[in-house]
Structure formats: structure tokens, C-alpha cells
């Protein structure tokens, strides 16, 4: 009897410690004061910009690596630090910045243990990394303290309470209630020169190219330096628009930057393939990039300002060169036929003179 008392109350006590653990592991209250968050803002800028923005940046919310207990959304399914996007669709800059948020809300997180938790997060993904780089530079802590309750006597009731605050990682206690993720977009621009060469050459005849430029259809690029958009009136600024057919027309010595803005702002994406042909002036010989072969056409990839091959890659020179040999022989052969048809002429003059003479 002794024996069967002694395990019912074994039994009794198992279900009590069970009970227990099972109500101390559903019910942690995110503390509600000044001092702890339980929603933060993601900040994310793209900057130098001049067109409008369509992109896909990912954030990711992962535990510590000492973390003291489990973490769950429900008192039984584990948080899966699932990850959080920011989506730019067409998103217009304001002063050569565009734009978008997105909230990481940690309100509803349970915590099975208390002590001290810790939450990374992190910039991992861009739709179009080449264009828009990764912020990989940025972190913040969401550092969480989960104590139990107590009540008046300072005696734990079991249930917990989680004061959550976030900080720039390795910051040192700076709270934050918004986390800025920024970089600078990939663009850039191209220049195109013209020059003529010959002594047939027409030193203020316009030469047309026609300039296809990577880019969004409707993206709109500035375009620097003298030079015509019609072929006889010159200009020194217009706008070159992706996705329609433009040319641009250049004297001798006339040269445009396309992409790069008064203020200093690149527009032109990186690492795309663009066309720039000339069009018409037949009788000229063209010459692109110092080249020995007339052509007419050239194709390059677009590279960063800071990149070496940036000449090569971004700096686009046509010459022109109309040249025709002085045709000096011809003087030569007819010159002794000049010559006796001029001893005629004066023979048949002194002659007519000598006649009038003897007439007298």
C-alpha cells in the first residue's frame, strides 16, 4: 500500500512539473514601456538614382548563436525567422533617392526559457544584385531579456515577460526603432565624340548616331555638350529616352556626356550592352576608337566610373575622313599643248599685225 501511495504520488507530481512547464512555455508577455519594441521598421535606400526603381530587397531575422531556449510563435510552432522583403515597383526618387519600408513584428514570440535572447538581422538578397547591390555592410541586434513575472512579494507567478530593444550591431547601446539599409546604385554613363579628317572633309557638317542604351522603357538620360537633336540647330543639354529610337548629331570637335548629370548623378546601368551607329555620310571613311577599319557600328558593355577599363569600355570616339589625292598630273600632260597653242595664237597675232602693215 505503502509502495502504491509512494507512485501515485510520483505520478501526480510528474503531471504537476508537466503542467507547470507546459503553462510557463505559452505565456510570455511582450513588455509594453518605453524601454522595449515590439515592431521595428526596415529602411531601405537606393541612392543615386535619377529614374524610378523596380527591385527586391530580402532580410533575414536569425537567432543567436546562444539563444538559452527555444523560441516559438505560439507556445508550439518554433519561429522559423522567416524572411522579410522589401519590394520597390516603380518607385520615384526624391532628391536622387528612392525609397521603400517594410515592418519586422516580433509581438507574438514565446520563449520556453528565460535569460538573455538575440536576433541578427541582416540584408541577404537584391532581384538585381549587379544593378542594386547588397547592403552587406549593415546588421542590427534585437536583443531580448525574458524575466519572470513577479507579483507583489517579488514571488514568480510562472508566467514571463520579454523586453525587446534593437541596436546597430557592435553599436553599443543605441536603441533604434528603424533600421536603415542603403547603397549606392550600380550606374554610370558613356561619352561620344566625333572629329573629321581630310581634305574633302566638311568641317561643320552634323554626322548622325543613332544610340540605343540599356535600361527601363521610359527611363530618361541626360545628355551633355554641344551638339543638335535635329541636324542644324545646336544645343548643349537634352534627353535621351529608353526605349525610343534617338540620334544625336555631332560636328567636328563636338563631344556629349549621356548618363551623367549636372549634378554629378550617373543614370546609365552597369554591365549592359549598348549600340551606337552612324548613319549616312557615305563618302567619309569612319574610324571608331583609333581603329585602321571603317566601320560604322560599335557594341560595348557598360562598366563603373571607378573600373580601369573604363575608356575602353565607356569612351566612344568616330572619325571621320574624307580624303581625295590632288590631281596634279593633268597640268603636266597638257601643258606642251598649252604652250604651242599660245605660240599659234601670238604667230597668228604678229602675223595679222605684219600684214596691216604692208596694207599701208
Known amino acids: 500500500m505503502k509502495k502504491l501511495n509512494k507512485l501515485i504520488l510520483s505520478i501526480i507530481v510528474v503531471m504537476v512539473a508537466m503542467l507547470t512547464v507546459k503553462a510557463e512555455a505559452a505565456t510570455t508577455t511582450i513588455a509594453a514601456n518605453s524601454g522595449s519594441t515590439q515592431t521595428w521598421t526596415v529602411t531601405r535606400e537606393v541612392q543615386g538614382v535619377t529614374n524610378n526603381v523596380t527591385n527586391t ?11 538559452p531556449g527555444i523560441v516559438t510563435t505560439d507556445g508550439t510552432t518554433p519561429f522559423d525567422y522567416t524572411n522579410v522583403n522589401i519590394v520597390f515597383n516603380n518607385v520615384a526618387p526624391v532628391n536622387n533617392v528612392a525609397t521603400q519600408t517594410a515592418t519586422i513584428d516580433l509581438s507574438t514570440l514565446q520563449f520556453d526559457e528565460v535569460g538573455d535572447y538575440e536576433f541578427i538581422v541582416e540584408e541577404t538578397a537584391s532581384s538585381n544584385a549587379t544593378l ?15 524575466r519572470y513575472e513577479v507579483d507583489g512579494n517579488n514571488v514568480p507567478t510562472g508566467n514571463k515577460i520579454a523586453t525587446l530593444v534593437a541596436q546597430p550591431a557592435d553599436d553599443g547601446g543605441t536603441k533604434v526603432s528603424n533600421m536603415v539599409f542603403t547603397s549606392r546604385s550600380s550606374l554610370t554613363y558613356i561619352t561620344l565624340s566625333n572629329g573629321v579628317t581630310g581634305n574633302l572633309a566638311e568641317k561643320d557638317q552634323y554626322f548622325a548616331f543613332t ?30 529616352t529608353v526605349g525610343t529610337t534617338t540620334t544625336i548629331y555631332l560636328k567636328h570637335g563636338q563631344s556629349v556626356t549621356i548618363g551623367l548629370t549636372s549634378g554629378g548623378a550617373y543614370e546609365i546601368p552597369v554591365g549592359e550592352t549598348y549600340t551606337i551607329t552612324e548613319n549616312g555620310a557615305l563618302e567619309y571613311s569612319t574610324y571608331i576608337d583609333g581603329g585602321s577599319n571603317n566601320a560604322k ?17 565607356n569612351v566612344c570616339s568616330f572619325v571621320n575622313n574624307y580624303q581625295s589625292d590632288v590631281l596634279t598630273g593633268i597640268f603636266v600632260n597638257v601643258l606642251p599643248f598649252i604652250i604651242l597653242i599660245s605660240l599659234a595664237i601670238v604667230g597668228i597675232y604678229i602675223n595679222k599685225r605684219l600684214s596691216q602693215a604692208e596694207a599701208n
Open 57 to 67: 530587397f530580402t532580410y533575414q531575422v536569425q537567432a543567436g548563436d546562444y539563444n
Open 297 to 313: 557600328t560599335l557594341t560595348k558593355t557598360t562598366v563603373d566610373p571607378s573600373d580601369p577599363d573604363f575608356n575602353a569600355n
Open 132 to 146: 542594386y547591390p547588397v547592403d552587406d555592410s549593415t546588421s542590427y541586434s534585437i536583443y531580448v531579456s525574458v
Open 211 to 240: 544610340v540605343t542604351l540599356p535600361g527601363n522603357n521610359g527611363d530618361t538620360y541626360t545628355v551633355l555638350g554641344d551638339h543638335s537633336v535635329n541636324g542644324t540647330t545646336t544645343v548643349n543639354s537634352s534627353t535621351y
